[in-house]
């Protein structure tokens, strides 16, 4: 057909010209599918990687929008918007390795394909508050593609976290050096971190490799998602609320489950810095170089007004300024390539094999996990880190260096194969849970003197220890056992604290007739734990006792602490504490012969951050004890909170277990359920399969997600 000029020219302009946002947004909707089983996992369906993205989005934003924008308000540095003064100098820290501007530029820089995942990203979130208007953000109205590039890898926060706050405040507010305060006598924090188990087929009853992903991490901080394409995305598993990536989790043929590493993978650079002809000049080998100076205005909260700040942030070629030692300003070197990381984040979703997945892992920007793996092919491997700098092994570079000199300077990256890696060994199993690569395989683990010192500064926990001690005796192992054997309640911590303890009272017992019966509960314990154990009970509140009111040596540090209080403490010393254990369990309970399940308790708050705990309000018992005591299903309390039961808040929280062969198969467990609203039926409806260590089934193909189908539709569309 011939068209007039006028009406073809009506035409090719209707044709270029640009969507609206909602426009775009719409179309985009069209293009995906979410189906909700029934535990409320969205299963998202998308035409492409971008659509699959835009759906993920808006799925999380359903189910905890609140959780996505704090995350990105926190990354982007306005958290003193909502929180006020205190959180100044979070936002500035945020500034210091890159600012909005600088976010943006990466943005712009980055490839055709990442910018469709990021406008995706940001697309999904926006359509989500669009057809949500009954939803009030904190502060983020909008987002845009550029804030992406924030949170690139690892969980939120990655490496920055290793930055302290009191440092930055010490240098740009008060040009004073840092106070390095340390209080041995300090509560232990719930130890952060995880589990991964892979198995090689020779040990399981199908003959195929499996893996197990159990991640530590604060409750609620993961969602559940299934995200597939037809662009070959087809991946399940625990998503970080903001990430377009699920972070641990498997596809098809491959397993990663990331543990974290606390590798040596940032550096201090002391600088020697002066002022000349106006402006700041450090020294670098016999040169004088320009200190970077860039100004920034952060903004807080103040009653019920905002004000402001500037600040001028420094930064040499190590890194930004962000404390002082001495008179010493201190550079800090870490990884911070935004784009390339989570090109690495994303594309690791969809390798097939493991020869793809190690191709993936020499793009090097996976700074703070190792990673365990398991394949279809049976291959199980481990990474022991993925950004590990060369350095100069004349240095000691866990303690600041001199920035001066040329020689501490990082000499590139090691190469996967010159870090530390094992690829299926004899053995048949392979282990981390945040503790030394050289323990990870039994006898057949790498050794320390093969490497730099720097390559792995880990030590030995007591989930190392407790995994090293079931691992050997696996064999015909089913996805039911491996969840047994994650959920094993013996705790190795106590292996010397509790004998150490009886020791001494057999000395002393003519004196404390009272703790009789309390120690003979312990002298018959198996030490493990249970909702019905007393003994457990008694040994937490006495190791806590220890911990918080003994004085230790001061090199002392890991489970070596455990060993002076069971041998080297003194006998009187011991019986004293658990006088005190018994005495405080007498006050909060009525009874020195409290249930662990009594005590430890799960109760879901609402998601309102400012929620808190209630002894009064309803919960229910808890058998799981704290990863302090080598449980390997971690269950804990972070913080001293106004209640005198102990509520979860950290542990175990998305698990999985995952059998690969000709088709995948996997089961897993939330803490709590898939939503943040008390309102919805997800909120806790896992709750008592939590407790009791039981599993869902996974759907992984359509099919059985079509079984499971409680609810399909588009976003933006209500749907049945």
Not at 1 to 12: D, E, G, R
Not at 283 to 297: A, F, K, L, M, S
Not at 553 to 582: I, Q, S
Request: glycine share 8%.
């Amino acid at each position: 057909m011939k068209y007039p000029p006028l009406l073809l020219l009506i035409i090719i302009s209707a044709c270029t010209q640009p969507q609206t946002d909602l426009e775009r947004w719409q179309s985009q909707a069209n293009r995906v599918e979410i189906i909700r089983d029934d535990f409320g996992v969205a299963h998202v369906y998308g035409v492409s990687d971008a659509d699959a993205v835009f759906g993920l989005m808006y799925a999380q934003c359903e189910d905890d929008f609140k959780r996505v924008e704090r995350n990105y308000i926190w990354a982007i540095g306005r958290l003193a918007e909502v929180e006020g003064e205190k959180e100044l100098y979070s936002d500035l820290r945020a500034r210091l390795f890159m600012t909005k501007e600088e976010a943006m530029q990466r943005y712009e820089t980055s490839s055709g394909e990442m910018k469709k995942l990021c406008e995706a990203w940001a697309d999904g979130i926006n359509y989500y508050l669009h057809t949500h208007p009954e939803v009030k953000p904190a502060l983020l109205t909008r987002f845009e593609p550029w804030m992406t590039m924030y949170f690139t890898e690892g969980s939120i926060g990655g490496d920055i976290e290793r930055i302290s706050t009191k440092g930055v405040e010490a240098f740009y507010d008060k040009d004073e050096p840092i106070a390095q305060l340390i209080d041995e006598r300090s509560a232990p924090t719930e130890p952060q971190g995880s589990n991964g188990f892979a198995i090689s087929g020779e040990r399981t009853a199908s003959g195929k490799a499996m893996l197990l992903i159990n991640p530590h991490t604060s409750f609620y901080f993961r969602g559940e998602y299934h995200v597939v394409s037809e662009e070959g995305l087809n991946a399940y598993g625990g998503v970080t609320w903001g990430q377009f990536f699920i972070y641990q989790g498997f596809n098809e043929t491959t397993g990663w489950m990331h543990t974290s590493a606390y590798n040596d993978v940032t550096d201090e650079y002391l600088e020697n810095v002066e002022h000349r002809d106006g402006k700041w000049m450090y020294q670098y080998g016999d040169e004088w170089r320009p200190v970077q100076e860039q100004t920034v205005t952060l903004k807080y909260k103040a009653g019920d007004k905002m004000s402001f700040k500037s600040f001028t942030i420094y930064r040499t070629h190590h890194g930004p300024i962000t404390h002082k030692i001495g008179d010493r300003w201190v550079a800090t070197a870490m990884m911070w390539e935004p784009v390339k990381a989570l090109e690495q984040s994303f594309s690791r979703t969809k390798k097939k094999n493991y020869a793809e997945f190690k191709e993936m892992m020499n793009m090097r920007t996976n700074s703070s996990n190792n990673t365990v793996f398991a394949d279809a092919d049976g291959n199980i491997a481990y990474f022991h880190g993925n950004f590990i700098p060369k350095r100069d092994t004349t240095f000691d570079f866990s303690q600041p260096v001199d920035g001066s000199n040329p020689a501490t300077a990082w000499q590139g990256l090691h190469e996967v194969d010159e870090c530390i890696l094992l690829l299926n060994p004899p053995n048949g199993w392979i282990q981390n849970c945040n503790s030394t690569p050289f323990t990870a395989a039994g006898e057949y683990s790498p050794k320390p003197e093969n490497y730099p010192y720097y390559m792995s500064i880990a030590p030995e926990n007591f989930r190392g220890v407790h995994a090293r001690m079931l691992l050997p005796e696996v064999q015909d192992l089913t996805l039911d056992g491996l969840i047994a054997l994650a959920y094993d309640p013996y705790l190795p911590a106590f292996e010397q604290v509790i004998p150490g303890l009886i020791n001494a009272y057999d000395n002393y017992a003519g004196n404390y007739p009272n703790l009789d019966e309390p120690i003979e509960v312990l002298r018959n314990w198996d030490l493990t734990t249970s909702e019905e154990s007393v003994a457990m009970s008694l040994a937490h509140f006495y190791g806590m006792e220890l911990w918080e009111n003994e004085t230790i040596p001061a090199d002392l540090k890991g489970n070596d602490r455990f060993h002076y209080f069971g041998t080297d403490l003194l006998d009187l010393k011991r019986v004293e504490h658990f006088v005190m254990a018994v005495q405080k369990m007498e006050d909060d309970f009525g009874r020195w012969d409290t249930p662990w399940g009594e005590i430890s308790r799960f109760q879901r708050l609402s998601g309102d951050f400012n929620a808190t705990f209630d002894d009064g309000k309803e919960s229910i018992p808890v058998g799981m004890a704290s990863s302090t005591w080598g449980a390997l299903a971690a269950y804990g309390m972070e913080g001293k909170l106004n209640v005198k039961r102990i509520y979860g808040t950290r542990g175990n929280s998305f698990v999985a277990v995952v059998e690969f062969g000709e088709k995948v198969k996997a089961k897993s467990i939330l803490a709590g359920g898939q939503s943040s609203d008390p309102n919805s039926p997800h909120f806790y409806d896992q709750a008592q399969l939590y407790a009791d260590g039981q599993f869902k089934d996974v759907a992984f193909y359509r099919e059985d997600v079509e079984k499971k189908a409680k609810r399909r539709y588009r976003p933006g569309i209500v749907g049945d």
